[in-house]
């Protein structure tokens, strides 16, 4: 009976943003979700057939307002319930690309929404509530290699 009550767990994908400062530290950006308020990363739901790199990029920019290419090949996923209209969950799994920043603009889909920070790596990985998600930013932190 248990198992029939069970949601099948829905796909997203979301943008791992970063950047690298003058001296060649690495920089996570955070917001805040827009309904309670914790720090997570740019993420949505599927776009018709656009690939998961593509729609993590098109999250990026239109939560945070950032430009960037976002890598093919995804960090991992990691695992959250998605609290719907009338606060039932959903369980996700949320495929995490790479998107190095490279720019940004001044007026996008959710600006002033969220609140923006660009964190140290193990700064952020304090900062999200997901353990799964805080793996991958110190797995990405420690694979990072600065640009020549």
Avoid: N
């Avoid at 090949?73 to 949320?94: A, E, N, T």
């Avoid at 889909?109 to 793996?135: F, H, I, N, Y």
Wanted: proline share 6%; hydrophobic share 40%; glycine share 8%.
């Amino acid at each position: 009976m248990q198992l029939m009550l069970r949601r099948p767990q829905r796909r997203q994908y979301a943008a791992l943003c970063y950047r690298e400062t003058s001296v060649g530290e690495l920089e996570i950006l955070l917001l805040t979700s827009r309904d309670t308020g914790r720090w997570v990363i740019p993420k949505g739901w599927p776009m018709g057939s656009k690939a998961g790199h593509e729609v993590a990029r098109q999250e990026a920019l239109e939560e945070a307002g950032v430009t960037g290419e976002a890598g093919a090949v995804p960090l991992g996923i990691y695992s959250y319930q998605k609290r719907m209209q009338d606060d039932f969950c959903v369980p996700c799994g949320v495929e995490v690309f790479p998107m190095r920043v490279t720019g940004c603009v001044d007026s996008f889909k959710e600006k002033g929404k969220r609140q923006l920070d660009w964190v140290s790596p193990s700064t952020a990985a304090a900062r999200v509530a997901e353990p799964e998600l805080r793996d991958l930013i110190l797995r990405f932190a420690t694979s990072f290699s600065p640009s020549a």
